[in-house]
């Protein structure tokens, strides 16, 4: 994990996400657990957030498709 990470678990933050629209990934780090896990999605996925127990999903599969059609 790189220094980001940690600064922002020794801050307290739980989950945080890193959304790479160029390589079609999220990248999620999750202490919800106690530990800290990172989890690696693809846009095509639809991607859990942890602090809601996973019942909430986001599909970046959506969003990215309105952001290509703003940006055409």
Known sequence: MGL???KYLDAG???YWIV???QEKV???DR???DCRTSIYGMDQPVPV???EGKCL???EEICEEVRAVSA
């Open 4 to 6: 980001l990470t940690w």
């Open 13 to 15: 933050v739980r989950e």
């Open 20 to 22: 790479d629209l160029q």
């Open 27 to 29: 990248i999620v780090h």
């Open 32 to 34: 919800t657990g106690g």
């Open 50 to 52: 942890q602090i809601f």
């Open 58 to 60: 986001i599909r970046f």
